[in-house]
């Protein structure tokens, strides 16, 4: 099974996220862009795990103890790729509690077995992977995100699978997990 840890978000936020997508859409040549409903915040990549493994993630998110908190995407930005075009992202303000959530997932998986990457965490949500946009590529001015920032409130967190389904990348909720207030 391949799995990672993300934060799902609800419609109202998901159509901001979709609107700035197809912004990018609509400024580029070509790409293939995340579907509306893949649309996530990945806080740890776990990769191909046996299912008999899923129980210890499960009990693993169990211990996270985090209250909800808001998100604030407000930049754009584009990690560059040498053939085939750039993959797209949106970036949040830095978060304590996010940062929180994030070290103690990886920390605790990573006692447990499991392989984490130790490469710093960088929040982001991919809008589109091999996107090649008209002109110079400067689309967004300054990087920063035109009008309001995109706010979402995080009130848990999801295990997810990543499989292909008749040929389209599909994620599939396993498991929540709901962050409480003290």
């Known amino acids: 099974m391949r799995l990672f840890i993300a934060i799902n978000f609800d419609e109202t936020v998901k159509q901001r996220l979709i609107e700035v997508r197809e912004e ?6 070509s790409g293939n862009f995340t579907r509306d409903e893949n649309l996530h915040l990945t806080l740890v990549f776990l ?9 210890v ?24 790729r040498d053939q085939g075009g750039d993959l797209w992202w949106i970036g949040c303000e830095k978060s304590k509690a996010l940062a929180a959530v994030q070290r103690q997932l990886s920390d605790s998986l990573r006692k447990a077995g499991f392989k984490i990457e130790k490469r710093a965490f960088k929040p982001h949500l991919t809008l589109g992977r091999e996107v090649v946009v008209h002109g110079s590529g400067k689309i967004f001015g300054s990087g920063s995100l035109e009008g309001d920032p995109v706010k979402a409130e995080v009130g848990q967190i999801s295990l997810m ?12 909720s396993l498991y929540e997990k709901p962050l409480w207030y003290k």
């Not at 990018?24 to 040549?29: I, K, P, Q």
């Not at 604030?72 to 584009?78: A, E, N, P, R, V």
Request: with cysteine; hydrophobic share 30%; net charge negative.
């Open 161 to 172: 699978l990543s499989e292909r389904i008749n040929g389209k990348l599909t994620y599939t």
């Open 57 to 80: 993630i499960e009990n693993i998110m169990e211990e996270i103890e985090e209250e909800p908190f808001e998100l604030k995407f407000d930049k754009l930005g584009c990690f560059k």
């Open 47 to 55: 990769g191909e795990v046996p299912g008999s493994q899923v129980g």
């Open 24 to 29: 990018l859409r609509a400024n580029s040549r």
